[in-house]
């Protein structure tokens, strides 16, 4: 089946900055990759999704990009505010049947510092 | 516009005891729904998905079962809860017929089984 890998587990970056969160996968059948932010207490919330026949998607601060010769997809958040401090899950799928069977990341726990 | 219902919040049970855990969706018609598990530092699991009625899909083998009695009513159960079934249920729902529609989630219930 699908894996989905995470890096980094946890990041701090200064309000302002940057911040990028990298994720691979193994299976080249798959087409989906949303991102999800949780809050503390709370479910997972889309933030951005791109499929497999787009290479970059932009949203506002947030951009995802996919790599799928590499198998790769990366979020990228920029000019960080505190409330962008959270959990963020990528995710896969290889979109076969008719329900979203998504493999999930293990998670990076963003901190944007004052 | 959609809303996802998971209850209760948090639940403290002993070994032994039986599990009841209900999500609804309003505002929808036909959705999938789905249990996910997340262990604490980890990503989320899919325990089980429902493309209609009665149709219950299991992903992994475990002392959990589900029933969707409703179109938008799904149950997470167990007869006999383990230490090792602790941990936080997350509901979603995704577009009815969709294989890659993104996943909405509830807020999740906290099960500690003591």
């Known amino acids: ?114 | 516009s959609q809303t996802i219902h998971q209850w209760p919040a948090t639940l403290v049970q002993p070994v032994g005891s039986p599990l009841s855990l209900e999500c609804t969706v309003e505002g929808t018609s036909n959705p999938n729904l789905y249990w996910y598990r997340q262990a604490a530092g980890r990503g989320l699991q899919l325990l089980f998905y429902s493309i209609g009625i009665d149709q219950i899909s299991s992903e992994v083998p475990q002392n959990l079962s589900a029933s969707r009695p409703q179109d938008r009513q799904f149950i997470l159960s167990s007869k006999k809860l383990l230490l090792s079934d602790s941990g936080f249920y997350l509901c979603a729902w995704s577009g009815g017929g969709s294989y890659n529609s993104p996943l909405h989630f509830g807020n999740g219930t906290r099960l500690t089984v003591t």
């Open chain 1, 1 to 114: 089946g699908e894996n989905v890998e995470q890096h980094p587990s946890t990041l701090s970056v200064q309000e302002g900055d940057s911040a990028v969160i990298k994720c691979t996968y193994s299976d080249s059948a798959s087409n989906y990759f949303p991102w999800y932010k949780q809050e503390l207490g709370k479910g997972p919330q889309l933030i951005i999704d791109i499929r497999s026949n787009v290479g970059e998607k932009k949203d506002q601060r947030i951009a995802v990009t996919l790599n799928k010769t590499a198998k790769h997809f990366s979020l990228h958040i920029t000019e960080t505010q505190p409330e962008d401090s959270a959990d963020y899950f990528c995710a896969a799928s290889m979109g076969t049947g008719t329900a979203s069977k998504l493999t999930f990341g293990t998670g990076t726990r963003l901190q944007v510092t004052l």
